[in-house]
């Protein structure tokens, strides 16, 4: 932590307004309306220039030093490969040195890091030696303490069951683990040691019973600050579960956007109710989350979408997610402030042994010989819009060129359809639009790029996207006096490090705590009932003790909804809202 400086970087943002969101909330009736209980007796803030809020006046107050934190993030999704024996062989953020001298080297601007956290998921890898040669080397360092983490160790010790424990570890051995290394300055920062997170995201079953995998979890530590203010951050590693957003987005009846949206909320609110009981969500306390989020790319007619960054810009959805955990105001961000889709980084779904090398589109229909115009991905190269628009082009010179030959081009809607026609259109499986997105972007482009592609056995949640990611939970008042630099301009993904369907993805953060609010955030008014009935989870208070022991299964949630007595349940016109036992 430091106090006071301000040097200029690529990418900074929170110190001052930005553009207005465009989305409006409507107002639904009354009978339709469960309200948030965190609302605040000011209610919404008038004329909010900020996604999220509008700058707090300053007028006449006295300038003070800003505290400063540096953190550093890496994420590597190992894809349960065991080809890799050792920390040490893997690559630094870009490729550049090896993992351990990223971790201790300078960040961009040439300063040390404050923090470094490292999430492995679906890992094989050793730690105890790696941490062990570390602590003995690095004694005198800027980063000389160090917490680590194994999901697999930590459901052994959460839970009462032998034969369970013993179903992880084969679980274990087969799926891989979940893993993290925080890695801190001892003179800047202390353990918590009573804010432990861990939690398990359990979505398999086998003869109708749930079989907990390690490497679908999240778990954190924290720490505190030894200087200035006692701030918290508590830094969980996580591997978010996949089927029931794969399943949204394609299933012919529902909105897939909405349905991928959903499953992402319900993960959230298990990491906040776990928080929440580890007394983790006070206005002292930054909650950051990192890993494998399994955020997907949503096609919907000529619509793309981001689940995860549509989510975090959903009030109501987010209003959802905190449904009577008593919190205060707050909300999930994303620490890098995407505001479209089209900028996000593609970091799934790539070929095992095959890098990523760009080249001209404008060569020719097929992108151009690689062997003639490829180069290495940079990490900004390769992105959703980049995706996207090659494809359209190629599909708009395909059509063009069928045209001059005088052969009639597949028909092709481009208008944007309605909702009943969008599903109409869905009905022999939404996958389609996804299988004809990548089949135009041709396999030249895509081994060019070293995506994958397998027609036969094609499903829409593997389409590239954006599914490595760093978010945080804060409470307004904390937030609203946040602001954050990047020096190397946000995620930087690293596509030289094979081995993995993913590529690995660093981040790194000047993070500045104002002494007074920079901002004011817009309070959550409302989430509806239906919203709160498909991301409240029964269990959460019938069945407190199952869920720690991963004993309850996101489909016996769902059925759970069925079985409630009345009086655990509040009607509210048409629909039913859970309410806390307690």
């Known amino acids: 932590m430091r106090m006071g400086a301000s040097a200029s970087t690529p990418a900074s943002y929170g110190s001052e307004s930005t553009k207005s969101s465009p989305r409006q909330n409507r107002t639904p009736r009354n009978e339709d309306l469960v309200f948030f209980a965190q609302l605040t007796p000011k209610g919404l803030m008038e004329g909010a220039s900020e996604p999220h809020g509008s700058p707090a006046s300053s007028s006449s107050r006295p ?43 300078p960040m961009a601007d040439g300063r040390d890091a404050d923090i470094s956290f490292a999430t492995f998921v679906e890992t094989r890898l050793p730690m105890r030696t790696w941490i062990r040669d570390y602590l003995a080397a690095h004694r005198g360092s800027r980063l000389d303490s160090l ?30 683990n979940l893993k993290s290394l925080l890695l801190f300055s001892s003179g800047e920062f202390k353990e918590d040691p009573n ?21 679908k979890a999240f778990m954190g530590r924290s720490v505190v600050g030894q200087r200035g203010e006692d701030i918290r951050f508590s830094f969980v590693g996580a591997h978010f579960p996949i089927a029931k957003l794969a399943s949204a987005l394609e299933d012919p009846t529902v909105d897939p956007l909405h349905g991928a949206k959903i499953a992402l909320a319900r993960t959230l609110r298990k990491v906040l109710l776990k928080a929440n009981r580890r ?21 919907r007619g000529t619509e793309v979408h981001d689940a995860l960054l549509e989510l975090l810009d959903d009030d109501a959805m987010q209003a959802a997610i905190m449904h009577e955990l008593e919190l205060p105001p707050g909300r ?79 028909e092709r809607k481009t208008s944007k359809p309605s909702s009943a026609s969008l599903r109409s259109a869905q009905s022999g499986g939404s996958s389609d639009i996804y299988r004809r997105t990548m089949t135009d972007l041709g396999p030249d482009r895509l081994a060019n790029w070293g995506v994958v592609f397998k027609q036969d056995h094609f499903r829409a949640f593997r389409f590239p996207a954006c599914a490595d990611r760093v978010i945080y939970w804060a409470a307004d008042s904390l937030a609203d006096r946040l602001s954050w630099e990047l020096p190397r301009g946000g995620y930087e993904v690293n596509h030289a490090q094979l081995g993995s369907d993913h590529r690995p993805v660093s981040l790194e953060v000047v993070l500045r705590l104002a002494p007074a609010a920079l901002r ?63």
């Open 279 to 299: 007394q983790l969500t006070d206005e002292k306390t930054v909650i950051f989350v990192q890993g494998d989020l399994n955020s997907r790319t949503v096609l």
């Open 332 to 410: 999930w961000r994303e620490v890098v402030p995407y505001s479209s889709v089209n900028d996000l980084p593609v970091t799934y779904k790539f070929h095992l042994n095959l890098a990523c090398s760009t080249f001209d589109d404008e060569l020719g229909p097929s992108g151009g010989d690689s062997s003639e115009t490829g180069s290495p991905c940079s990490p900004s190269t390769l992105t959703i819009g980049h995706v996207i628009a090659s494809a359209r082009r190629s599909a708009e010179q395909s059509a063009s060129s069928a045209t001059d030959n005088d052969i009639k081009p597949p």
């Open 147 to 176: 917490l680590s983490q194994n999901a697999r160790r930590e459901g052994t010790q959460n839970t009462r069951s032998r034969l369970r424990s013993f179903v992880e570890g084969l679980a274990a051995s087969y799926n891989g």
């Open 63 to 105: 300038k003070q030093a800003a505290a400063e934190y540096r953190i550093r993030f890496f994420n590597f999704n190992l894809g349960n490969n065991s080809n890799f024996s050792s920390l040490d062989e893997l690559q630094g953020p870009g490729g550049r040195g090896r993992f351990q001298d990223a971790v201790m080297g």
């Open 520 to 582: 004011t955030s817009r309070n959550l008014a409302f989430a509806t009932c239906g919203l709160v009935e498909g991301v409240v989870s029964p269990s959460e208070n019938e069945l407190p003790d199952l869920e720690d022991e991963g004993l309850v299964s996101e489909d016996d949630e769902l059925q759970g909804r069925q079985s409630l007595p009345e009086d655990q349940m509040k009607r509210t016109g048409s629909c039913a809202m859970f309410i806390s036992s307690v």
């Open 195 to 215: 804010s432990k997170v861990f939690g398990r995201l359990t979505e398999a079953t086998i003869a109708g019973l749930p079989v907990p995998n390690p490497k």
